[in-house]
């Protein structure tokens, strides 16, 4: 059986959202290996599971239609970071998620990546108004939540630690 992927790639003006590339494997892996990756499920301390890292977010596309995508800084052609819609089994919805690698942070990319996944979603995915899952001390993300429009919906759980669930804004599809 022969499966094809069409991941979609979205332009910004300063970034290309596309889909993994086994060539995002280095940055991946300095990325886990950061006291940053713990908020999206690191550290992963091997190559091994970083690979396996690329081939679930590949698989999510595949499966669900949606997923993350890679972000590329378009001047450098550096990845970012990763931008998506997540529903992984046992989630109530669609979540909106983000993280950027070090050395991105504080120049906007995440507030132009999400924008652009949120936007690309609701008029492609019929996903108009998604959550986020946030850690209670994760307050960079809670700040860019709600620069994105997103409010405090409720407190939650997620992989069994509790977090805060942000509602985005509806967004109307084109």
């Excluded at 091997?46 to 890292?53: D, G, I, P, Q, S």
């Excluded at 070090?102 to 949120?118: H, N, P, S, T, V």
């Excluded at 108004?129 to 407190?155: K, M, V």
Aim: with cysteine.
């Amino acid at each position: 059986m022969s499966l094809s992927l069409n991941i979609p790639a979205v332009e910004t003006d300063r970034l290309i959202l596309r889909g993994y590339r086994e060539s995002d494997l280095d940055a991946v892996f300095a990325f886990n290996q950061g006291e940053r990756s713990h908020w999206v499920g690191g550290p992963k301390t091997t190559r091994h599971e970083c690979w396996r890292v690329i081939i679930g977010v590949v698989g999510h596309w595949a499966l669900r239609g949606y997923g993350l995508w890679m972000v590329e800084e378009k001047a450098t052609g550096k990845q970012c970071g990763g931008v998506g819609i997540i529903n992984h089994v046992g989630w109530r919805e669609p979540e909106l998620g983000w993280h950027v690698f070090d050395g991105f942070e504080g120049k906007g990319i995440a507030y132009e990546a999400a924008l652009a996944a949120r936007t690309y979603a609701a008029q492609n995915f019929n996903v108009p108004a998604p959550i986020s899952y946030i850690r209670h001390d994760n307050h960079r993300s809670i700040a860019l939540a709600e620069r994105l429009g997103a409010t405090l919906e409720c407190e939650g759980e997620l992989t069994g630690k509790p977090c805060l669930i942000y509602r985005h804004p509806v967004t109307e599809a084109a």
